[in-house]
């Protein structure tokens, strides 16, 4: 059997507890009916947190698409991508065995967790928005990228870049959380779970998680490598990341 979660995650961008339906167990992956909990995808880890089933709580350590269920969607103007598909999260106890194979559960991402993704995720964003800048066949030129929690990378196939570049990055950055840009999240009409990210007039297709506006985030760091040859990776990193403005958003109604 399959079926077609409801994506909370774009419905109630600042809900963190939702109940719902797992409609089959697979070991430890219960697939949902209804997700708060936001899937990997577009380089961004999926949510973590928890369950709540009676009186039982457990951990869960992540959360995936099904791959190969749904809706695959094919437009000249948008990367291809699935839709209509399952949502699963995986528990990291042993005892799933306590659950039934179907039934209603509370679940709850981890609020920190969440967070420093969306940040992450955001400011990832306007340092390829730099590096395209810089490099105008950054987009084709892409062949990887990873959004941590606290950080992240591109790997491109481009020139490399010089210590001047590096600065670039960095002050284009820290100019755009100076002035506090506004970011946009829109859908393609009759396909909503195909999204794109606009700043300042550039669109980025993108499913993940972001903040509606750039704000003091905390400490940008910028750096290179040579990951290989004619490929170039560039890093980001947020220290002293200032998680209370985008914390002090979310509530804690079920949704």
Request: with cysteine; hydrophobic share 35%.
């Amino acid at each position: 059997m399959t079926f077609k979660t409801e994506k909370l995650y774009y419905q109630f961008p600042y809900a963190k507890r939702a109940m719902t339906q797992f409609e089959k167990r697979e070991g430890k992956a219960l697939a949902l009916s209804r997700s708060i909990a936001y899937p990997e995808g577009g380089g961004q880890l999926g949510d973590k947190g928890t369950i709540k089933f009676n009186d039982l709580m457990m951990p869960f350590i992540d959360t995936q698409k099904s791959v190969g269920i749904g809706r695959t969607v094919v437009r000249k103007d948008f990367p291809i991508i699935n839709v209509e598909g399952e949502v699963r999260i995986t528990l990291s106890q042993e005892n799933y065995d306590l659950l039934p194979l179907s039934g209603e559960i509370e679940v709850e991402i981890d609020l920190k967790n969440r967070v420093e993704l969306t940040i992450s995720h955001t400011v990832s964003h306007v340092v390829y928005m730099a590096m395209t800048e810089l490099r105008s066949t950054v987009p084709e030129a892409t062949v990887g990228c990873l959004i941590g929690n606290e950080g992240g990378r591109f790997d491109v196939g481009v020139d490399k870049f010089l210590e001047d570049d590096v600065r670039f990055i960095k002050t284009f950055v820290e100019k755009s959380i100076q002035k506090n840009d506004k970011v946009e999240m829109l859908e393609i009409p009759g396909e909503p779970e195909c999204r794109i990210w606009t700043m300042n007039g550039i669109s980025i297709p993108c499913g993940g998680t972001h903040l509606n506006a750039l704000h003091d985030v905390g400490d940008i760091h910028i750096k290179r490598k040579g990951k290989s040859k004619g490929i170039e990776r560039i890093y980001f990193e947020i220290k002293n990341v200032n998680l209370d403005p985008v914390i002090n958003l979310f509530d804690n109604n079920l949704v």
